[in-house]
């Protein structure tokens, strides 16, 4: 089985230029230079035991305790675990915090941090309050402030990011400081290491991060969100997804019904437009999927995480119908026959034709309409080690199409290069790959079969 790593990637030089306690701020490059790009873009791991969810906690009574978690024991003061109808959260619970309450944890991260992100709401109809986050290097002793105190206002989880140059020992609390009885929910804590990894096996961007997308809210065009289940680049100006990147094994291919919950994503900033379930109505366009949603079957939960609106770009229905279902289920049936599969799949330009003619925009100018959609398929055996088995001779399968509806069914009729991706889009997709392999398979145009 393969270990299914969570990363969060950003700029090395983000780390080296970051101040302690500080919310960065860094735009990255987009350079398509290889070896630059090889040299400045990092993998960070999510600490071990991290995201912590909740879910596996029960605390039902606001009154101080130390709580036993899947990342480890955290004291809970004026909190608890809520799981009502009121409580935001992503699972069936999250944390609730009232007054001046807090959650520390008890234990310590031994490989420092680089980053925390946290989820956060308002509980029911209360109103709006204020939190923020300390961290210890000293084993508790003392706590110092990260960041800027965060607003909560929105009754959906929202994201707060923090950044900071902590080695050794860390530990975190988060206290919120206003609002009185008005409460706040929290929820997927995750704290981002400093441990530079680079192409772990599973992970879905083990090829590399083709933008050098940060999850830092400023850099609101090359925004990096991280699901268990993809990661993607957002286009918070197109109101969709630069790239959405993901890795295909047998372990995510089950029984698993199609879940059609189509839905706004909470987790983007706050205050950034959401695309909602219906906001591609009669637009002649579908919401077409970047991770298929038969990529992710192994359980509800995975698939459902496929029908969140930040994966969906507007689509020709039969580019996406049929020229796109065939090469989906092409690539199943090589996960399938005993390869694994690392996909890359975006779009770019403005104006596409779908069963009503073509358009630059939908959803009253809200949400691009790409010209061209395209994807990147590395094709490896079952085996370990993955990117350091990619060779000059590995299998990779490079589709542009036109975002039309007069399209051949045949996916092989479009097949390019990565170079040529690469020259219509600014990316170095397959960034942790060594150069010299790079230069060869990103070169060629496969002729391989295609069913």
Known sequence: MKQYVLTAVIGLFLLNSCSKESVSTSTPST???????????????????????????????????????????????????????????????????RNTGKITMQFNVSTGASSVSIQHAKYGTDGNSTWELWMSTNNGT?????????????????????????????????RKISGGANRINIDDFVINDNTVIVGIDGDHMAMGNPSGATNVVTNANNYLMQKIQYALSYNRSRATPNWVSWYVGSNWLGSAPRQDDFRADATLPSGWYQVGSTSYSGSGFDRGHNCPSADRTSTIADNSATFLMTNMIPQAPNNNQQTWANLENYTRTLVNSGNEVYVIMGSYGIGGTGTNGTFNTINNGNITVPSNIWKVIVVLSQGANDVSRVTTTTRVIVV??????????SWGTYRTSVDAIEAATGYNILSNVPANIQTTIEASVDNGPTN
């Open 31 to 97: 350079s398509n230079n290889k070896s630059n790009q090889n040299a400045n873009i990092g993998t960070l791991a999510i600490s071990s035991g991290f995201p912590e969810t909740f879910e596996s906690g029960t605390k039902t009574s606001y009154t101080a305790a130390v709580v036993s978690l899947a990342s480890g024991n955290w004291n809970f003061d004026d909190a608890l675990i809520g799981n009502t109808s009121s409580d935001p959260k992503n699972g069936t619970k999250s944390v609730r915090i």
């Open 142 to 174: 003392s706590y110092t402030k990260v960041g800027s105190t965060i607003t909560t206002s929105a009754t959906t989880l929202q994201t707060a990011n923090f950044t900071m140059s902590a080695t050794g020992n860390v530990r975190f609390e988060v």
């Open 400 to 409: 542009n199409t036109p975002n039309t509806n007069t399209i051949s069914s």
